[in-house]
């Protein structure tokens, strides 16, 4: 069993950062992708950014596109979302995942296998 636990919560002013953080435990695996999401209150849960094991490819939203930053740790088991230049859209529960073969579709939450506890980023207006 893996388990992916988020930090980095907070609440911050629209045009301010973040760094939010994802330490996976437990079983690991050589070959995963991680990726971020996020969900707002009344809205489906959105694809934000992922990263392959390698950390060669990414892939994010359109709209974190330039603001927002997906890196892995040296160990290859911690994950980095920074958040710069944070607008009140961003506002959201954000999730970790990992896909176990790291062979599915980046932006596809199907794609994962584990999933974090979710963490609170409020941006204010």
């Known amino acids: 069993q893996v388990q992916l636990v988020e930090s980095g919560a907070g609440l911050v002013q629209a045009g301010g950062s973040l760094r939010l953080s994802c330490a996976a435990s437990?079983?690991?695996?050589?070959?995963?992708?991680m990726g971020w999401f996020r969900q707002a209150p009344g809205k489906e849960r959105e694809f934000v950014a992922a990263?392959?094991?390698?950390?060669?490819?990414?892939l994010y939203v359109d709209s974190v596109k330039g603001r927002f930053t997906i890196s892995r740790g040296n160990a290859k088991n911690t994950v980095y979302l920074q958040m710069n230049s944070l607008k009140p859209e961003d506002t959201a529960v954000y999730y970790c995942?990992?896909?176990?073969?790291?062979?599915?579709?980046?932006?596809?939450?199907?794609?994962?296998?584990?999933w974090g506890q979710g963490t609170q980023v409020t941006v204010s207006s």
């Open positions: 995942a990992a896909d176990e073969q790291g062979r599915g579709a980046m932006h596809d939450a199907r794609s994962y296998d584990y």
């Open positions: 437990g079983r690991t695996f050589s070959s995963y992708t």
């Open positions: 990263i392959s094991w390698s950390g060669r490819s990414t």
